[in-house]
């Protein structure tokens, strides 16, 4: 069973920066998807369990730097020039094996964490 925990979420202003935090057990690759009040679940990052590659969404490309640091199980997410559309609930999760052909598919992850919120105002 791999927990998976998440920390760093909060409210900042259009512009500003955020880092989320999670902590994983196992070495498994790792994304990070973000779902909107009325909206459907959406990739965002993804890392690779050496963490040699990642992906991202367009939308956060420039923007957002997925890392990890396999010493401390902790994959994170830095997030900059936030902008009140990057407003949801951030979600990490985890695969077993390779991501290479389905890193932006949701249910391609066993293991999930309980959610962390990010509120970008204008």
């Known amino acids: 069973q791999v927990q998976l925990v998440e920390s760093g979420g909060g409210a900042v202003q259009a512009g500003g920066s955020l880092r989320l935090s999670c902590t994983a057990s196992?070495?498994?690759?790792m994304g990070w998807f973000r779902q909107a009040p009325g909206k459907e679940r959406e990739f965002v990052a993804a890392?690779?369990?050496?963490?040699?590659?990642?992906w991202y969404t367009d939308s956060v490309k420039g923007r957002f730097t997925i890392s990890r640091d396999n010493a401390k199980n902790t994959v994170y997410v830095q997030m900059n020039s936030l902008k009140p559309e990057d407003t949801a609930v951030y979600y990490c999760?985890?695969?077993?094996?390779?991501?290479?052909?389905?890193?932006?598919?949701?249910?391609?992850?066993?293991?999930w964490g309980q959610g962390t919120q990010v509120t970008v105002s204008s």
């Open positions: 999760a985890a695969k077993f094996g390779s991501i290479s052909s389905t890193y932006d598919l949701w249910d391609k992850y066993a293991y």
């Open positions: 196992g070495r498994a690759a």
């Open positions: 890392i690779s369990w050496e963490g040699y590659t990642t």
